[in-house]
């Protein structure tokens, strides 16, 4: 018995056969959370209001697939650098045909025709629009407006969906359904007023680094970051990109959160003036717009696009500016709202055949309003793109340990498990294995800013290359710290940091300063991006997914990466972790020191652990 269509005409046809046709039939729960706190069901949703609605079927060969990923990521591996192309990969990733009919099937038998559905080119997606009345029925289930209290932005959504049972096995995930994340800027949180910045001390020209450009930074530096500054500070003084002709760079926006031309014009001028006649590409991906006026300049996007662009011209770039989250409005039957800007923009990205090699996002939500079954799979299209070459670097978030309440001291943490537990709140995207998670510091000589996202995943289990990492970390730690509050064989955040406070910006024509691990994402995308230019004109192949070569440079090359010692991470009424010799989950391995990591990029890991 293949389906409940088929089982229906037999019930009708022949009596006998109906217990079990309809047992075969019947519906089996595939999901059901507990709806993250702040969320309140307010009513049921229209039903004829319209859900795009995402299938995604089982990825036959997903274990291959990361297992190509870690070989051609490995430094150490004959393989690494031979990425797979976009056409090996979908190979890969292709479900079996049997999921593919048994769900075109299935939608058949709710009046839902093959030329309704759009797919990816793998085939591992399906996305359809549809009434949430025939959703309902589809996934015997019931939709709700809801509302989070403290934004006032509403969701259509469900604590719970079913499908046929002789579906499950074939049907991953299907999304909008019980996803409540509320993907976040991560820079908005940290603006100061000018009166707040600490006074500057101009006494001494410089501050002595030993790790940094000739061995000094600007002592404006210390409380005012402008691109001069990361320079000297990251040791990439007078690099000047040689492959323009290959290489690319990428920040993602959300959030209706503008790139100003005239903003990055002013910040050129001022602060990259080689730079102070450059722009960069947009690209609008589901109705996403770029306003040019300059009263709707975003200060994540300003931010993202200001230190990612002005520290790598001449590299080519571009501003992704997805749309789709403008805030539901209950009454009004916006057809098109899926609150998952995320999702379209991964179909969109998944799409391109040469994507840029390193691509920026400061964006994210607490791990735990994701389902984990959608991180999984989320996280397993970032996969993807790193095998393909592409290193994806995620600010790991701006609450220290603890959850999105920015004041440490009412940080409550509590988990979304029914228990109502308090527990220190990762955040996703970042926690997700194959993406590189950033952390932040601040001031000179660098410390970890107390802001900075780190902690252990409760969904993804601590990776192979953080088997040396993690636990010569935790075995530091006093027995029994922090008991019941992490997850201590979860993946670990972040992997590095960088500078994330005071950086110097134009927004809306004026010059204001920002923070947050939102800023040192773009940092750290930047130094990735002239790595990427000094291994392209050097005839070998982008860096793409970086975690296993930041671990084996933080085992054996560590002065490739400055260690940060000083500082914690408080959150949910705790100090958090501290900062350490070698890795720690407030500031990863630390910070970079480009020349030295452009010896290690261009040469190979068996000659820098020979030198060192
Ligand atoms: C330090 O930076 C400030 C601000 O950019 C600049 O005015 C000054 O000339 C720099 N000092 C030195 C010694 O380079
Ligand atoms: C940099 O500023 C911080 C915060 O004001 C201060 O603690 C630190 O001593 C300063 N560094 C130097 C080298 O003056
Ligand atoms: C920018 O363009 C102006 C006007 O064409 C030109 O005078 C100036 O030299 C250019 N600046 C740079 C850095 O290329
Ligand atoms: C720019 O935005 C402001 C504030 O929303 C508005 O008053 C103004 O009319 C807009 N200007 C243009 C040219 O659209
Ligand atoms: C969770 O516990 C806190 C403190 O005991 C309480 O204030 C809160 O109402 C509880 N929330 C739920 C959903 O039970
Ligand atoms: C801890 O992480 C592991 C590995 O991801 C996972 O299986 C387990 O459920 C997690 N435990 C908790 C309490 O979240
Ligand atoms: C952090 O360091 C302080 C000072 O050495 C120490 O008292 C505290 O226990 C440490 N915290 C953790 C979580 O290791
Ligand atoms: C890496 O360096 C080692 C030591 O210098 C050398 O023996 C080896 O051939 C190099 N490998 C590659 C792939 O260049």
């Given at each position: 018995m293949r389906t409940c269509f088929l089982a229906l005409i037999l019930t009708v046809t022949s009596v006998a056969a109906a217990p079990s046709s309809v047992r075969e039939c019947q519906h089996k729960v595939k999901e059901t959370i507990n709806p993250p706190r702040g969320w309140t069901k307010v009513?049921?949703?229209?039903?004829?209001h319209t859900i795009e609605l995402r299938i995604g079927l089982p990825q036959s060969n997903f274990a291959l697939l990361e297992q190509d990923l870690y070989q051609v990521s490995d430094p150490f591996h004959e393989r690494y650098g031979a990425h797979l192309s976009k056409e090996e990969v979908d190979a890969l990733i292709a479900p079996q045909a049997e999921s593919v009919d048994l769900v075109d099937e299935w939608l058949a038998s709710h009046g839902i025709a093959t030329e309704q559905l759009s797919r990816s080119s793998a085939r591992d997606w399906i996305k359809i629009k549809v009434p949430v009345s025939l959703v309902e029925d589809m996934l015997k289930t019931e939709y709700h407006v809801w509302v989070h209290e403290e934004s006032g932005e509403a969701m259509v959504r469900t604590t719970s969906y079913s499908l046929p049972e002789y579906l499950l096995d074939h049907v991953d995930v299907i999304q909008p359904t019980t996803m409540f994340a509320r993907f976040k800027g991560q820079a908005t949180s940290y603006w100061f007023a000018e009166g707040e910045r600490p006074v500057v001390d101009l006494s001494q020209p410089y501050i002595p680094i030993p790790s940094a450009y000739n061995g000094e930074v600007n002592a404006s530096c210390n409380g005012s970051i402008t691109p001069t500054c990361l320079k000297e500070l990251y040791n990439a003084v007078g690099y000047v990109p040689q492959a323009a002709d290959k290489n690319h760079i990428a920040c993602t926006g959300y959030l209706d959160q503008y790139a100003d031309f005239e903003d990055f014009k002013l910040f050129n001028e001022a602060l990259v003036p080689e730079a102070a006649n450059s722009t960069f590409e947009v690209i609008y991906i589901n109705g996403g717009e770029n306003s040019q006026n300059l009263s709707d300049a975003g200060i994540e996007a300003d931010l993202d696009t200001q230190y990612a662009f002005g520290l790598t011209y001449p590299t080519p770039r571009t501003f992704y500016t997805t749309g789709g989250s403008p805030p539901y409005i209950p009454d009004d039957h916006t057809p098109e709202n899926s609150n998952e800007p995320y999702a379209n923009w991964l179909e969109y990205i998944m799409n391109?055949?040469?994507?840029?090699?390193t691509i920026s996002t400061s964006y994210g939500d607490d791990e735990?309003?994701?389902p984990e079954s959608y991180a999984k799979r989320v996280c397993a299209e970032l996969a993807q793109l790193g095998a393909r070459g592409v290193s994806l670097i995620f600010s790991s978030g701006d609450y220290g340990v603890g959850d999105g309440d920015p004041n440490p001291a009412t940080q409550?943490?509590?988990?979304?498990?029914?228990?109502n537990e308090t527990r220190f709140i990762p955040e996703f995207p970042a926690t997700c294995p194959y993406v590189t998670a950033v952390g932040a510091t601040w001031y000179l000589p660098e410390r970890a800013y107390y802001i900075s996202g780190g902690g252990f995943s409760n969904y993804f289990a601590r990776p192979w290359w953080q088997n040396y990492a993690v636990p010569t970390y935790l075995d530091k730690l006093a027995p029994g710290t922090y008991a019941g509050l992490y997850n201590a064989s979860g993946r670990a955040i972040p992997d590095v940091s960088a500078q994330g406070q005071w950086f110097k910006i134009f927004v809306g024509g004026e010059e204001i300063y920002i923070g947050g691990t939102s800023a040192a994402a773009p940092t750290t995308a930047a130094m990735v991006s002239l790595l990427n230019d000094a291994r392209l004109a050097n005839g070998l192949s982008p860096l793409g997914y970086l975690n296993p070569f930041i671990y084996a440079i933080g085992q054996y090359a560590p002065k490739a990466l400055n260690d940060i010692t000083v500082g914690n991470n408080p959150g949910c009424g705790t100090e958090g972790f501290n900062a350490t010799v070698g890795w720690d989950p407030v500031t990863g391995y630390g910070t970079p020191n480009f020349y030295n990591l452009k010896d290690v990029a261009l040469g190979n890991l068996t000659a820098i652990r020979e030198l060192l």
């Open positions: 009513k049921p949703a229209p039903a004829d391109v055949e040469n994507p840029p090699q735990q309003t994701v409550q943490c509590y988990t979304n498990n029914g228990l």
